[in-house]
């Protein structure tokens, strides 16, 4: 088996270079000008689900990524959340933004903002850039964010800060939990499963695979504060990690 994923590893390098980053690079510069237009004329929800969902359903498709998504029930129609996900991979945001079935919007970080189609797609829908290196402007960012989440849109942040490469948890930032806390808002915690698999976190070496997203029941904040953040850090951890395969590497 070892030797199959090899030989299907070196088969695939020709198409990844030659079709795929291409294609992402065109698809992404006309989904952002889409996002861009629609959210000018109409509105960000319908400017994100056309720049957004589609364009991550449609890059999924193109590598291909085939996807299982169980827990949907667990969503309240028109209900807004801070929905906290474990972060494997780049693809976690095709994942995400394609098939969990919410009006989102990222707290993603700035230097994103200079990709062409991506950054001016995702300034005009509404999307969060927040910069990691001033602690104050980070704040302001996600205070910012509080603007946004009204009538059933939420927000998605991965609590780590960035991909984990053996594909368990790191450390969680309390920034998520404050935001829920400060809001009002419960928390949807969300376990993104096998996306390092089809792009390892500091890699560009792509393959295609299937990709699982477990959506848990939100978790009501009222019983938390300052004081207890710690608590609701590690309840929403623990969940996101108890439908996670056992990592060995």
Do not use: C
């Amino acid at each position: 088996m070892n030797l199959l994923r090899k030989v299907l590893f070196i088969l695939y390098r020709p198409y990844e270079w030659l079709v795929f980053f291409p294609v992402f690079f065109i698809d992404t510069l006309f989904f952002g000008i889409i996002a861009l237009v629609v959210s000018s004329i109409f509105n960000p929800r319908i400017g994100g689900y056309l720049g957004g969902v589609l364009w991550s359903r449609f890059n999924a498709i193109i590598v291909p990524m085939f996807v299982k998504v169980s827990g949907k029930e667990n969503i309240k129609p028109n209900s807004s959340y801070i929905v906290i996900a474990n972060h494997q991979s780049y693809f976690d945001v095709f994942l995400i933004y394609g098939w969990l079935g919410l009006d989102i919007r990222w707290v993603m970080k700035k230097e994103l903002r200079k990709i062409p189609g991506l950054g001016f797609g995702s300034e005009k829908v509404g999307h969060i850039f927040i910069d990691r290196t001033n602690k104050r402007a980070a704040l302001q960012s996600l205070e910012n964010a509080k603007k946004i989440l009204v009538k059933g849109t939420s927000v998605v942040i991965f609590p780590e800060g960035t991909r984990s490469e053996s594909g368990n948890p790191g450390a969680f930032k309390r920034g998520a939990f404050k935001l829920a806390i400060d809001f009002g808002l419960p928390i949807l915690p969300v376990s993104v499963i096998n996306t390092r698999k089809i792009l390892p976190a500091n890699s560009i070496n792509l393959m295609p695979g299937k990709a699982k997203m477990v959506i848990h029941k939100p978790i009501d904040i009222s019983s938390y504060d300052e004081n207890n953040m710690n608590e609701l850090m590690d309840l929403v951890k623990e969940t996101i990690i108890s439908a996670l395969p056992l990592m060995s590497d």
